[in-house]
């Protein structure tokens, strides 16, 4: 079955460590994207990436990074520079370059200790 | 960044009611998708709009996209207790390549 997998599902990370949050998809999606749900409020957009070895940054990109290498994967990297990174990361992909329909994966829930 | 305001925030119903909701925008929009959000699970796609002036249905759902294009709304038909969950709608915006997310419509459902 074709999908997109986001792992772990729950995550701690102590304060001022950096934590990397896995993202796969094998439905042969161009762009894959990283959002932020803090509770009560909507997505926002962290990073995109329309193509392999190329990412932009969204609208809260500072104390993220990204990388693509592999179309398949798109791993997010929560740095000790985030000041408030307890929230539910959610990766998706869409086929071809716009986000015309986005599909998600799981999400991660990620908290600070 | 660029804002959705979908309303309303809440809405407390019984079962077996109909559901309205919208999202509204100062901007024009190319697509429009209506998402349902499960509690610690990714929001999963209920119906894509492309046109203005689309009506679409997904069994009890239906959407459509405004014909100004900054608008849609989405109904649901005789709720049932699986309705529980946020709705959410996103627009592409035209000449954009970033989906703009709502904040979302939590509904809940009294047996």
């Known amino acids: 079955d074709g999908g997109i997998t986001q792992s772990p599902k729950y995550l701690f990370r102590k304060e001022g460590q950096n934590v990397t949050l896995s993202c796969e998809q094998n439905l042969n999606h161009d762009a894959m994207y990283w959002y932020r749900q803090d509770p009560g409020q909507g997505l926002r957009l962290i990073y995109y990436?329309?193509?392999?070895?190329?990412?932009q940054k969204g609208d809260i990109a500072e104390g993220y990074s990204v990388s693509r290498e592999k179309k398949e994967s798109f791993p997010l990297t929560v740095t000790s520079a985030q000041k408030n990174p307890t929230a539910f990361y959610l990766c998706?992909?869409?086929?071809?370059?716009?986000?015309?329909?986005?599909?998600f994966g799981q999400g991660t829930r990620l908290t600070v200790v | 960044g660029q804002q959705l305001n979908q309303s309303p925030q809440s809405m407390f119903i019984q079962e077996g009611e109909d559901v309205s909701m919208n999202c509204t925008s100062s901007s024009i929009f190319n697509t429009w998708l209506w998402y349902k959000q499960d509690p610690g699970e990714g929001p999963v796609l209920l119906i894509a709009?492309?046109?203005?002036?689309e009506l679409t249905s997904n069994g009890r759902l239906t959407a459509q996209f405004g014909i100004t294009r900054k608008d849609s709304f989405l109904n649901i038909s005789a709720s049932i207790p699986s309705d529980v969950g946020i709705y959410f709608c996103a627009g592409l915006i035209q000449g954009a390549q970033k989906l703009v997310f709502g904040q979302g419509t939590r509904l809940t459902i009294n047996p």
């Open positions: 998706a992909s869409s086929h071809g370059g716009l986000p015309t329909e986005a599909f």
């Open positions: 990436s329309q193509i392999v070895n190329d990412f």
């Open positions: 709009l492309y046109k203005a002036g």
